[in-house]
């Protein structure tokens, strides 16, 4: 069955760094895009960022855009995800979520990790 | 595109017919809307893709419907483990989520 686990959060001040993984089996990764998705505590869904199956093309959010990295290793079916210059707003549960396209533009998430906090706090 | 869900709340008893609105500020490129499901402490979970696709696994109690800038997610008829919180997502222009509408047991 297709499982994405994540790792990696926890608690780290402003202007800090973290890097978050996300290992995933049960599927074929090397043929799927990946997305990050983030929800701050009590609040709704925001998308953060894809990396295509091949690593090549990445896009994020305007609110990320330059602070965070993605990054893939299709050998360790392993996803990574570089956060940099961290401000209290990127406090959230991030979550990995499959692409339900595959490898197309088709950016809806039909399966979720169960997510891991980041808490960004002095 | 900014996402709308109406309304914030709604109260409802089991067995009863629901229906989620959803609007676009504006046209969701090819249907390309989702809906997502999620419970308290869980991943959302997907319903639809494609505006009335129901993905694997997702009873035939959920429907979606809709075209252009204004979509439903219509539950037939409510069961216990249907009372979450519901999402619209759109994907023909990046990704965004609507503010989500909360099903609550009345």
């Known amino acids: 069955q297709v499982q994405l686990v994540e790792s990696g959060g926890g608690v780290v001040q402003p202007g800090g760094s973290l890097r978050l993984s996300c290992a995933a089996s049960?599927?074929?990764?090397?043929?799927?895009?990946i997305h990050w998705v983030r929800q701050a505590p009590g609040k709704g869904l925001e998308w953060v960022a894809i990396?295509?199956?091949?690593?090549?093309?990445?896009f994020y959010a305007d609110s990320v855009k330059g602070r965070f990295t993605l990054s893939r290793d299709n050998s360790k079916n392993t996803l990574y995800l570089q956060m940099d210059s961290l401000r209290t707003e990127d406090t959230s549960f991030y979550y990995c979520?499959?692409?339900?396209?595959?490898?197309?533009?088709?950016?809806?998430?039909?399966?979720w990790g169960q997510g891991t906090l980041v808490t960004v706090s002095s | 595109i900014v996402m709308t869900q109406s309304p914030g709340t709604l109260s409802l008893s089991p067995g009863e017919r629901v229906t989620l609105s959803c609007r676009a500020s504006?046209?969701?490129?090819?249907?390309?809307l989702a809906w997502y499901q999620q419970k308290p402490g869980q991943a959302p979970r997907l319903l639809i893709y494609a505006a009335s696709s129901r993905a694997t696994g997702i009873p035939d109690r959920f429907s979606g419907s809709g075209s252009g800038t204004d979509f439903t997610l219509t539950i037939s008829r409510l069961e216990p483990e249907d009372f979450a919180m519901y999402y619209c997502?759109?994907?023909?222009?990046?990704?965004?989520f609507g503010q989500g509408t909360k099903v609550e047991i009345k």
């Open positions: 997502q759109q994907y023909g222009d990046s990704a965004t």
């Open positions: 979520a499959r692409n339900g396209g595959g490898s197309s533009w088709s950016w809806h998430f039909d399966y």
């Open positions: 049960g599927f074929t990764f090397s043929d799927y895009a």
């Open positions: 990396i295509q199956h091949d690593g090549i093309n990445k």
């Open positions: 504006q046209t969701v490129n090819s249907n390309q």
